[in-house]
């Protein structure tokens, strides 16, 4: 949704470089609101809206940055949802296995 619907459609409105902007924005609003009710640890503390931007915030507007430039430059949907699904994968994997931060 975030790049291939809404980014594509900012990008026709405004410019390239604010479109990745305000999709990272976005994509960074739509990942805090579980986080904020439910992290403990890494990604920041249930209820601190402080440690859950610095801890989720940050690194997701980085990545969602990163994704933005990517569909503005590749326009390759499935390498971005594979990466989105990879990056998704790790912190269970590593609860999984046991491994700690």
Not at 29 to 46: C, D, I, K, T, Y
Not at 49 to 54: D, K, M, Q
Not at 95 to 101: A, R
Request: aromatic share 14%; proline share 5%; net charge positive.
């Amino acid at each position: 949704f975030f790049r291939g619907m809404l980014q594509t459609r900012l990008e026709k409105r405004w410019n390239t470089p604010l479109a990745i902007l305000v999709s990272g924005l976005l994509f960074t609003a739509w990942h805090l609101p579980s986080r904020f009710l439910l992290a403990n640890g890494v990604e920041g503390q249930a209820g601190d809206l402080a440690s859950v931007l610095l801890g989720t915030g940050v690194p997701v507007f980085v990545i969602g940055c990163f994704f933005g430039w990517h569909w503005a430059r590749y326009r390759n949907l499935p390498v971005l949802i594979i990466a989105h699904w990879a990056v998704d994968l790790l912190p269970s994997l590593s609860s999984f296995f046991g491994v700690s931060h």
